[in-house]
C-alpha cells in the first residue's frame, strides 16, 4: 500500500528542493571562495564539478527516498502481487505507455532483481543519462526512451552483436552511415556516445512520424520498419505493439515488455533494493580538438593519463589513434587533463616519431588540418535521383553525410532532385 501521506510529502518536495537547493549552492560558492589562492583555475571548475555533483546526488537520494519508497517494499518481486506491478507502473507519469499484462509481469520480475542487468547499467548511466537526457530533450522525445541502450547493449559502448550491431545503440553499419556516422579502420562513430545517441533520436524522430506510437517504434527500433510493417499487413486496423505482438520476430516479443521493465527497476530501484554499481569512469570530464594524427599513448605520457582510461571515455577511435587528417576529431578527457592540453600541445607532437613511426614519412611530416589544403578536384559529381537522401549517398560512396555537407556547403541534409554533389 502506498504510504498514506504521500501527496504532503511530495507537495513539501516541490517547495523545498528549490529551497535546499539554493542554500547548499551558497554554501559552496562561500567554500569555494575560501580556497582561492590556493589552487589553479581548473582546480577550482573541478571542485565545482564535484560539488555540484554531490549536491544534485543528495537531492535525487532524498526525493526518491521519499517519493517511490512504498510500504510494500522489500517484498521479493516474485513474489508481489499483480495488484501492486500494475499500480506501481500507473504511478509512472510517462508519455511511453507502459501497460501491464503476464508478458510484462515476467520482465518486471526479472529486471527487480538485485544482481541483473540494471545495477551495472545504472552504474554506468550516471555517466552516460545526463548526455542521452540532453539530446532526448533536444530533439523533443519522451526521456524514457533513454532506457533503450540499456535493453540493447547494458550501457556498453563498445558492445558488438552476433550481428555486428556495434555501440550503446546497436547500430548496423548501414543504418549507421545512413545517419551520418563515420565507420571506417580507425573510426566507428556508432561507439561515439554522442555522434551515436544524436543519430538515435533522429532515427527515433523519424520512426515516431511513420508510426505515430511509441510503442511501435521502439519495435521497428529492434527489428526494423520491414518486419513491424509485415506484422501489420497481417492485422488490419492495428494501432500499436500489442495487435501485432503475435507476428513480430521472436526477440521483438520481448523487447517492448523489457523496455517496460528496464523504467520499471530504473524507477523503483530503491524499493526493489537495486543500488547501481559504481563505476570508474562517473568523473568529470572535458573534450579537446584534435587536429592532427594523434596517438592515445601520446596523451598517455605527456598528461599522465592511463590509456585505458582514455579508450574508455573514447570507444569511437579503433586502434588508440584519432586519424585528424582530413578534418578536426573530439577527444574526451579527463576534466584536468583537458584543461592543460593546449599548454602541453608541443609535448604531444613532439613524440610523433615514437608512437606514429610507421605513418610518418620523411619528406612529408604531419601537419594539421589547418594546415592542409582541399582536395583540388572532386572524385566525381553525383546528380541526386528521386527517393535520394544524403545518408544513401554516404552510403554508395563510402563516407560521411557530415563530409558531403562540408565538401558541398550545405546547411541541412535537404536535398532536391536534379542537384549535383560533389564527392572527393
Known amino acids: 500500500m502506498i504510504k498514506k501521506y504521500i501527496p504532503q510529502i511530495i507537495l513539501a518536495a516541490l517547495i523545498s528542493i528549490p529551497l535546499a537547493a539554493n542554500a547548499q549552492m551558497a554554501a559552496i560558492d562561500q567554500n569555494y571562495g575560501n580556497i582561492k589562492g590556493q589552487h589553479t583555475v581548473s582546480d577550482y571548475d573541478s571542485m565545482l564539478v564535484i560539488l555540484k555533483e554531490r549536491h544534485n546526488q543528495e537531492l535525487y537520494e532524498n526525493y526518491t527516498r521519499e517519493f517511490i519508497t512504498l510500504d510494500d517494499d522489500n517484498i521479493p518481486s516474485?513474489?508481489?502481487?499483480?495488484?501492486?506491478?500494475?499500480?506501481?507502473?500507473?504511478?509512472?507519469?510517462?508519455?511511453?505507455?507502459?501497460?501491464?499484462?503476464?508478458?510484462?509481469?515476467?520482465?518486471?520480475?526479472?529486471?527487480?532483481?538485485?544482481?541483473?542487468?540494471?545495477?551495472?547499467?545504472?552504474?554506468?548511466?550516471?555517466?552516460?543519462?545526463?548526455?542521452?537526457?540532453?539530446?532526448?530533450?533536444?530533439?523533443?522525445?519522451?526521456?524514457?526512451?533513454?532506457?533503450?541502450?540499456?535493453?540493447?547493449?547494458?550501457?556498453?559502448?563498445?558492445?558488438?552483436?552476433?550481428?555486428?550491431?556495434?555501440?550503446?545503440?546497436q547500430f548496423m553499419s548501414y543504418t549507421g552511415k545512413a545517419y551520418g556516422l563515420e565507420i571506417n579502420s580507425f573510426v566507428d562513430e556508432r561507439c561515439d556516445p554522442v555522434k551515436a545517441t544524436d543519430a538515435a533520436c533522429r532515427y527515433l524522430k523519424d520512426m515516431f512520424r511513420v508510426y505515430k506510437d511509441w510503442s511501435l517504434v521502439i519495435a521497428s527500433y529492434n527489428c526494423g520498419p520491414g518486419n513491424v510493417n509485415k506484422a501489420m499487413r497481417k492485422v488490419p486496423g492495428a494501432k500499436n505493439y500489442w495487435d501485432i505482438w503475435a507476428y513480430l520476430p521472436r526477440e521483438t516479443r520481448g523487447y517492448v515488455p523489457a523496455f517496460i521493465a528496464a523504467n520499471y527497476a530504473y524507477t523503483f530501484h530503491k524499493t526493489v533494493g537495486i543500488e547501481p554499481a559504481k563505476h570508474h569512469i562517473n568523473i568529470a570530464v572535458d573534450t579537446v580538438q584534435i587536429k592532427r594524427l594523434t596517438h592515445f599513448a601520446q596523451i598517455e605520457a605527456t598528461l599522465d593519463v592511463p590509456i585505458d582510461l582514455i579508450r574508455e571515455l573514447n570507444p569511437q577511435y579503433i586502434r588508440d589513434i584519432v586519424p585528424a587528417v582530413t578534418e578536426t576529431y573530439t577527444l574526451v578527457l579527463p576534466q584536468k587533463a583537458a584543461s592543460i592540453f593546449h599548454t602541453k600541445y608541443s609535448e604531444i607532437i613532439a613524440k610523433d616519431s615514437v608512437y606514429l613511426a610507421k605513418y610518418l614519412h620523411k619528406d612529408q611530416p604531419l601537419k594539421s588540418v589547418s594546415e592542409r589544403k582541399s582536395p583540388n578536384s572532386p572524385r566525381t559529381t553525383y546528380k541526386v535521383r528521386s527517393g535520394d537522401t544524403l545518408g544513401h549517398i554516404a552510403v554508395k560512396y563510402n563516407t560521411s553525410v557530415q563530409k558531403i555537407k562540408q565538401w558541398n556547403n550545405l546547411r541541412s541534409s535537404r536535398i532536391s532532385i536534379g542537384q549535383r554533389i560533389k564527392i572527393y
Open 78 to 169: 516474485s513474489k508481489v502481487s499483480d495488484a501492486v506491478f500494475e499500480r506501481r507502473l500507473k504511478m509512472m507519469a510517462t508519455e511511453v505507455q507502459l501497460p501491464f499484462n503476464n508478458i510484462v509481469r515476467g520482465y518486471l520480475v526479472r529486471y527487480s532483481q538485485p544482481n541483473y542487468v540494471m545495477k551495472r547499467a545504472m552504474g554506468v548511466g550516471k555517466y552516460y543519462f545526463p548526455m542521452i537526457e540532453e539530446a532526448l530533450l533536444r530533439h523533443n522525445l519522451p526521456l524514457e526512451l533513454k532506457m533503450v541502450p540499456i535493453i540493447e547493449s547494458a550501457m556498453n559502448a563498445k558492445a558488438r552483436s552476433s550481428a555486428a550491431a556495434m555501440g550503446l545503440w
